[in-house]
Antibody
Framework: EVQLVESGGGLVQPGGSLRLSCAAS????????VNWVRQAPGKGLEWVSF????????FYADSVEGRFTISRDNAKNSVYLQMNSLRAEDTAVYYC???????????????????WGQGTLVTVSS | EIVLTQSPDTLSLSPGERATLSCRAS???????LAWYQQKRGQAPRLLIY???SRATGIPDRFSGSGSGTDFTLTISRLEPEDFAVYYC??????????FGQGTKLEIK
């Protein structure tokens, strides 16, 4: 079974740091990119960051650029999100999601997120 | 930046009825890069439709997607009790790499 499991969430003070982990199983991990997506309480989904299978390509949302760092360890089938200088507005459930696409001739199509992990709650508050 | 606007914000229907959810993009989006997700209360999102019209594995055929350019639609032909949830459309673009619509809540009338 293809599965993603997040961990590392918790309560942190404004300005603090936290490191989230996403453990994958059931598929060839290094062949897939992974995204982090967050959802503030009662709000919609916000894409946060992307990392390709080889770590060669990394992207961030403007809201976290310069504060968050995504990385992965293919030997451990895991992706990480290091979050620094946390703000109250970073309070959310953070999901990791596998990035799936059909690629041909260097172009990828049918891009989608499947599956998603169950999420981990990050609360930034004093 | 491409902005996705979903309508309506809330849709109130009864089981057995047909649901039509709209997703409008501020600029043209390739159909290949448009997906729909379902999120039930307290759960992670689940992929329903990708490539604007392809059903994900295990998704019942009462769910269908259509559209092109700036206008996309998710249709649920006959609502089952388990279909009442929040639905999001998503697009892949350049900056930001991905964006989601604000969601449509499908509630029981």
């Amino acid at each position: 079974e293809v599965q993603l499991v997040e961990s590392g969430g918790g309560l942190v003070q404004p300005g603090g740091s936290l490191r989230l982990s996403c453990a994958a199983s059931g598929f060839t991990f290094s062949s897939y990119a992974v995204n982090w997506v967050r959802q503030a309480p009662g709000k919609g989904l916000e894409w946060v960051s992307f990392i390709s299978g080889s770590s060669a390509n990394i992207f961030y949302a403007d809201s976290v650029e310069g504060r968050f760092t995504i990385s992965r360890d293919n030997a451990k089938n895991s992706v990480y999100l290091q979050m620094n200088s946390l703000r109250a507005e970073d309070t959310a459930v953070y999901y990791c999601a596998r990035d799936v696409s059909d690629c041909s001739g260097g172009t990828c199509y049918q891009i989608r997120f499947d599956p998603w992990g169950q999420g981990t709650l990050v609360t930034v508050s004093s | 930046e491409i902005v996705l606007t979903q309508s309506p914000d809330t849709l109130s229907l009864s089981p057995g009825e047909r649901a039509t959810l709209s997703c409008r993009a501020s600029q043209s989006v390739s159909s290949s890069y448009l997906a729909w997700y379902q999120q039930k209360r307290g759960q992670a999102p689940r992929l329903l439709i990708y490539g604007a019209s392809s059903r994900a594995t295990g998704i019942p055929d009462r769910f269908s997607g259509s559209g092109s350019g700036t206008d996309f639609t998710l249709t649920i032909s006959r609502l089952e009790p388990e279909d009442f949830a929040v639905y999001y459309c998503q697009q892949y673009g350049s900056s930001p790499r991905y964006s989601f619509g604000q969601g449509t809540k499908l509630e029981i009338k």
